[in-house]
């Protein structure tokens, strides 16, 4: 089968660094994406990791360990505005490769 | 930049009637997409569809049907309507069948069923 799995919360001081993880189980895989979403408003996309190795976005970065079937968000010098769901999300290979399956979401809580 | 609009925003219906919503995809892109999210829950997908004809398909119920037209605009029909059938419905779309792993999603239609 297909899962994804990711904690269910994280709380971080802000200016702080937390990552957040993502481990999957599938037998194809495309790629790992990762979502930011607010409450109440649209996920927004913030990285993509086809590779394996580190993609970085200005304060967020992504790595994808395809072997692992782990992959992580990592975000750096945190704002009181990060605090979201972050959703990681995957294109499987196969029957059902136009849809992109989402995780759980991780809820993001930023204190002072 | 045009992004992906949505509507209605919102809309409240009672049990058993019907609904319809609507999404103009960004200019250019090829493929829609509709997800389902209730309170506290991931995206579910629904439906997607590439150059006007249903590409895949995921937890739709029976009683929703959808489909792009020739100005891909894409519209989700739902009849039937039930309790849990409320949610946020996002719409979103793609170039190339979302290879990039980016969709852009519109900011939703807020469905209550009463």
């Known amino acids: 089968g297909q899962s994804l799995e990711q904690p269910s919360e994280v709380t971080a001081v802000e200016g702080a660094i937390v990552q957040i993880n993502c481990t999957y189980q599938t037998s194809g895989f495309y790629g790992l994406s990762w979502y930011q979403q607010h409450d109440g408003g649209a996920p927004t996309f913030l990285s993509y990791?086809?590779?394996?190795g580190l993609e970085e976005t200005g304060r967020f970065s992504s790595f994808l360990s395809r072997s692992d079937s782990y992959g992580y968000l990592l975000l750096q010098e945190l704002q009181m505005k990060d605090s979201a769901s972050y959703f990681c999300?995957?294109?499987?290979?196969?029957?059902?490769?136009?849809?992109?399956?989402f995780g759980k979401g991780t809820k993001l809580s930023v204190i002072p | 930049a045009a992004g992906v609009i949505q509507s209605p925003r919102h809309l409240i219906k009672e049990k058993r009637e019907t609904a319809t919503l609507k999404c103009y995809p960004i200019p250019r892109h090829d493929t829609v997409y509709w997800y389902q999210q209730g309170p506290g829950q991931d995206p579910q997908f629904l439906i997607s569809f590439y150059e006007k004809m249903q590409s895949d398909k995921g937890s739709i119920p029976d009683r929703f049907s959808a489909q792009q037209f020739s100005d891909y605009h894409s519209e989700l029909n739902m009849s039937s309507l039930e309790l849990g059938d409320s949610a946020l419905y996002f719409c979103a779309s793609s170039y190339g069948q979302g290879a990039s792993g980016e969709l852009f999603f519109g900011e939703g239609s807020r469905l209550t069923v009463l």
């Open positions: 990791n086809a590779l394996d």
């Open positions: 999300a995957v294109r499987f290979s196969g029957a059902g490769s136009y849809q992109l399956t």
